[in-house]
């Protein structure tokens, strides 16, 4: 394992802090909790929009906490749910008169964990609920989850709900935000190769050099298949169909396109990736009105990409297009 690590047991920690103090003046962070906050939050007129998750698929989620994005983040270790008193402490901090979201990407770890911690939070007369965002078409049960996963269009829902609560939305104005772009978002990656997450010192999987994992999760969760390494233009053609017929996508549909590396893709292959998806959409009579070219939701240093589709409508494209400003500046 070749890794900038000092203790391997530190290694969340130490990230949480270099992102603070990259940050100073524009967020806090609560090293015993593991929460990255805004430095102007809680805000008692406006609903709190937070998430953890585990680490290592940064820069979500910790890295999207900003205006018009995330209010606050706890993350766990590396592919680790936030344990659920830092679930717990994380909505406290953020409590509001408005209420506090929770948004959950669908792993039973994190599920659990979100779940005590608000009924926690309720006994104690906070204002919380959540929702579950599950837009990978990939499987529908994997070892993490039950139902699908949620993968890089979690971007999307954060984006739309932290750019409506931003603006004074309500904690039911902000739940049927994000029903609506979960239910118009899909998603599904490939791998190339593995990834190493530090505290283990060797890749999760293995994959031939001339293999590929179809429907790879971002823990690196078996997918659909194992198949032998394609030809960019064949890989988009397979994850694009099948997220475009899922919906399904129509001719005429105003889209965003993403195209999400998950770690270890230069941004020349993923602009390859692109190319093809582009094409792909043209062809099928999508206007792409938004494009996402870039790492949103990775993998540590895995190499692969993922591909999502969002069906977009004047309130969402308005959402999207709305300011935000986040402590890694990719969006």
């Given at each position: 394992?070749?890794?900038?690590?000092?203790?391997?047991?530190?290694?969340?920690?130490?990230?949480?802090?270099?992102?603070?103090?990259?940050?100073?003046?524009?967020?806090?962070?609560?090293?015993?909790?593991?929460?990255?906050?805004?430095?102007?939050?809680?805000?008692?007129?406006?609903?709190?929009?937070?998430?953890?998750?585990?680490?290592?698929?940064?820069?979500?989620?910790?890295?999207?906490?900003?205006?018009?994005?995330?209010?606050?983040?706890?993350?766990?270790?590396?592919?680790?749910?936030?344990?659920?008193?830092?679930?717990?402490?994380?909505?406290?901090?953020?409590?509001?008169?408005?209420?506090?979201?929770?948004?959950?990407?669908?792993?039973?770890?994190?599920?659990?964990?979100?779940?005590?911690?608000?009924?926690?939070?309720?006994?104690?007369?906070?204002?919380?609920?959540?929702?579950?965002?599950?837009?990978?078409?990939?499987?529908?049960?994997?070892?993490?989850?039950?139902?699908?996963?949620?993968?890089?269009?979690?971007?999307?829902?954060?984006?739309?709900?932290?750019?409506?609560?931003?603006?004074?939305?309500?904690?039911?104005?902000?739940?049927?935000?994000?029903?609506?772009?979960?239910?118009?978002?899909?998603?599904?990656?490939?791998?190339?190769?593995?990834?190493?997450?530090?505290?283990?010192?060797?890749?999760?999987?293995?994959?031939?050099?001339?293999?590929?994992?179809?429907?790879?999760?971002?823990?690196?969760?078996?997918?659909?298949?194992?198949?032998?390494?394609k030809s960019a233009d064949k890989i988009v053609d397979e994850i694009f169909d099948a997220v475009a017929n899922d919906l399904p996508f129509k001719s005429g549909d105003r889209v965003a396109l993403m195209i999400n590396g998950l770690g270890g893709t230069p941004p020349s292959e993923l602009y390859v990736l692109y190319r093809q998806a582009a094409l792909r959409c043209k062809k099928a009579g999508f206007n792409i009105v938004r494009n996402y070219v870039g790492n949103y939701c990775t993998s540590?240093?895995?190499?692969?990409?993922?591909?999502?589709?969002?069906?977009?409508?004047?309130?969402?494209?308005?959402?999207?297009?709305?300011?935000?400003?986040?402590?890694?500046?990719?969006?």
């Amino acid at each position: 394992m070749k890794k900038f690590v000092n203790d391997p047991a530190k290694f969340v920690p130490e990230m949480l802090e270099g992102i603070f103090l990259a940050n100073e003046g524009k967020l806090k962070y609560e090293p015993k909790f593991n929460i990255i906050y805004r430095a102007d939050r809680p805000n008692k007129s406006k609903v709190s929009v937070i998430q953890g998750s585990g680490s290592g698929h940064e820069p979500a989620h910790v890295m999207a906490v900003g205006p018009g994005m995330l209010d606050a983040a706890s993350p766990g270790g590396v592919f680790a749910a936030p344990p659920m008193e830092y679930c717990y402490e994380c909505i406290k901090l953020m409590n509001s008169p408005q209420g506090v979201l929770v948004l959950i990407n669908n792993y039973q770890g994190d599920r659990m964990n979100w779940d005590m911690a608000i009924e926690m939070a309720e006994a104690e007369g906070i204002k919380v609920k959540s929702f579950i965002i599950d837009d990978d078409v990939a499987v529908q049960n994997s070892s993490y989850t039950i139902g699908r996963r949620g993968v890089a269009g979690n971007f999307f829902v954060i984006k739309a709900c932290g750019a409506a609560a931003e603006r004074g939305a309500s904690l039911d104005e902000l739940l049927a935000i994000a029903t609506k772009v979960n239910a118009n978002v899909r998603s599904m990656g490939v791998a190339l190769t593995s990834c190493t997450p530090p505290a283990k010192g060797k890749p999760i999987f293995e994959l031939g050099e001339d293999e590929i994992e179809v429907g790879v999760g971002i823990h690196g969760e078996p997918g659909r298949r194992r198949d032998k390494l394609k030809s960019a233009d064949k890989i988009v053609d397979e994850i694009f169909d099948a997220v475009a017929n899922d919906l399904p996508f129509k001719s005429g549909d105003r889209v965003a396109l993403m195209i999400n590396g998950l770690g270890g893709t230069p941004p020349s292959e993923l602009y390859v990736l692109y190319r093809q998806a582009a094409l792909r959409c043209k062809k099928a009579g999508f206007n792409i009105v938004r494009n996402y070219v870039g790492n949103y939701c990775t993998s540590l240093e895995m190499a692969g990409a993922s591909l999502t589709l969002l069906k977009l409508d004047k309130d969402t494209e308005a959402l999207l297009a709305a300011p935000a400003e986040i402590a890694v500046r990719v969006f």
